[in-house]
């Protein structure tokens, strides 16, 4: 089986574990009590964010990788992860800031949780900006690798942020004392399908990133060579 | 805006970027075949050309 029937394959389970996260979010799980409707929300919101912080601590490891082997293949999947979290970070923010909207009354608050994410998609920001600056260049490639391995410190902090500092955010994976998230054990289930709906989403993205990153980096090689080649034709 | 109008921004919001995202990569990887082709072809040619002279070498030193 080639690559090209894996990826296509993956987006078919992709897209079947997203029409049953789907089904499950707007049709079985019972309307939040004290949210209402709106609460319907964290069922994408929360799986993105896991989904991110695995980006990103792909990235780190990916990092540390290319520092250790030098090989191009570990920069291109910790570029590729890198791009892949930014995007779920950013829906993090977005869907996280228009639950806030009618439930805090307010887009924004400088909580510790929105407070630590939002230095965790700057960070990474940062260090997108600093490889597109860079270009190809094997200096670009371990300055990220760096940058990568640093940023994602950031993780662990967001995921505790909740039991380190006075917060208004939600507790539902990391408890603080007393707290309970979900009660329903509906509420449960859909959780766990929307995660696994996104974490092959994440999958298929990365693979499709990862697949364009290995063809530039071909791309730069057979460049290279043909225009070695073109030289040494022009000399005889 | 009532919550429902809150639920359905954030969900669509959620597919735009998802689908917009997807179709850069689709698009990208799209042009970076074509051009992989392009470049493996000039690099045919190139040694296709290289074979001819070679050859043509041989014939008129012998």
Known sequence: MNGRAVRLGLGLVTLALMLIALYMVFVYVPTEADQGIVQRIFYFHVPCALVAFASFALVAIAGVFYLWLGQQVWDDLGYAAAETGMVFCTLVLVTGSIWAKPIWGAWWTWDSRLTTTLILWLLYGGYLMLRAMAGDSEQGARFGAVVGIVAAIDVPIVIVSVRLWRTIHPAVLVTRQGGHGLEDPRMVATLLVSLAAFTALFIWILCLRFVTLRMRTRLGALARSLALAEAAAQDS | ?62
Do not use: P
Request: hydrophobic content about 55%; cysteine-free.
């Open chain 2, 1 to 62: 805006m009532d919550n429902l109008s809150y639920l359905f921004v954030a969900y669509t919001v959620i597919f735009a970027v998802i689908f917009g995202y997807v179709l850069f990569i689709w698009r990208r990887q799209v042009a970076l075949e074509a051009e992989l082709r392009a470049m493996e072809a000039r690099m045919r040619a190139l040694d296709e050309a290289a074979g001819a002279g070679k050859a043509a070498e041989s014939r008129a030193g012998s």
